[in-house]
């Protein structure tokens, strides 16, 4: 009898929580059409300078980048859309997969911006050197690095290891599935 209660009750709950999500969950998207966070309340400042909002959403894992502002990354898009990051490593996904994760296609990308490690300036993500495996965890795990310099990429490999360097325009699916040890999900 108990365990009979103990289903009904189970199934009733369960019914009820399936409704609410049903409510709750956005309805089916059309063909082509990607389910995205709204664009960040405000954009890079001129200078390129991330300027983040609270209510500001990863497109990429839903996080609050402005939790995490030291490991922040930022796209800015040619319609003047920009998305913030909680990480490097979201931002270089959406860089790659702008379709996925933007709404919007590779020519539609205007800028990377990552801010660098050891001075924390927000620089072109096609300039940087990028550090992958070290030590140094972000929100997403071992975080991959943004350094101003090949030089600053040795030094910091040194201090907190690294298992390779590399440029925005080397990133393909192979490398991610390299950097995160895994098969790469597009």
């Not at 309340?41 to 300027?51: A, D, E, K, V, Y």
């Not at 859309?81 to 909680?86: D, G, N």
């Not at 201090?159 to 080397?170: A, I, N, T």
Request: proline share 8%.
């Amino acid at each position: 009898m108990r365990l009979r209660r103990y289903r009904e009750r189970h199934l009733a709950l369960s019914l009820t929580l399936g409704l609410l999500i049903s409510l709750a969950v956005p309805t089916a998207l059309s063909a082509g059409e990607t389910a995205v966070p709204p664009p960040a309340r405000q954009g890079l400042s001129p200078q390129g300078q991330l300027r983040l909002h609270g209510d500001d959403t990863c497109p990429v894992c839903a996080m609050r980048p402005a939790k995490w502002a030291k490991f922040a990354a930022a796209i800015e898009l040619t319609d003047e859309r920009t998305y913030y990051f909680c990480s490097n490593g979201c931002m270089l996904r959406a860089w790659r997969h702008p379709e996925r994760f933007l709404n919007a296609a590779p020519k539609d990308r205007l800028r990377p911006i990552a801010q660098t490690f050891f001075s924390g300036r927000s620089m072109d993500g096609r300039e940087v050197i990028w550090v992958a495996g070290s030590e140094v965890m972000g929100p997403m795990g071992p975080a991959i690095v943004a350094l101003e310099s090949p030089g600053m990429a040795n030094a910091f490999q040194e201090r907190h290891g690294g298992r390779l360097q590399f440029k925005l325009d080397e990133m393909t699916d192979a490398l991610w599935q390299t950097i995160k040890g895994r098969p790469a999900h597009p």
